[in-house]
């Protein structure tokens, strides 16, 4: 699986952003979706996730309530829409693909390049 990462930005503390990512490669349908990021001297941390179907949705307690990801499988594509941003929001955005959520999380599967995310207070 390809996976194309975009929509980063410089934005304000309490501003929003979507981020996007393009799949190909693999039937988009068959994986678990979701992102991850990765501050300056920081590990690589899970923000959230979403099933194939749509229906199963895990975030982060740090991003819960404001941050929400959507999946279109006609178009390939998952999305992560980002409110109330905070300046520790600020990292380098992964979107990621597994076979399911747990195995994301364990970091397996497919990653994209990241894009950058930078909330400024």
């Known amino acids: 699986v390809q996976l194309q990462a975009s929509g980063g930005g410089l934005v304000q503390a309490g501003g929003s952003l979507r981020l996007a990512c393009a799949a190909s490669?693999?039937?988009?349908?068959?994986?678990?979706m979701g992102w991850f990021r990765q501050a300056p001297g920081m590990e690589r941390e899970f923000v959230a996730a979403?099933?194939?179907?749509?229906?199963?949705?895990n975030y982060a307690d740090s991003v819960k309530g404001r941050f929400t990801i959507s999946r279109d499988n006609a178009k390939n594509t998952v999305s992560l829409r980002m409110s109330s941003l905070k300046p520790e929001d600020t990292a380098v955005y992964y979107c990621?693909?597994?076979?399911?959520?747990?195995?994301?999380?364990?970091?397996?599967?497919?990653w994209g390049q990241g894009t950058q995310v930078t909330v400024s207070s």
């Open positions: 979403i099933s194939w179907s749509g229906n199963i949705v």
């Open positions: 490669g693999q039937t988009f349908r068959d994986y678990a």
């Open positions: 990621a693909a597994a076979p399911t959520i747990a195995a994301m999380q364990r970091l397996l599967g497919y």
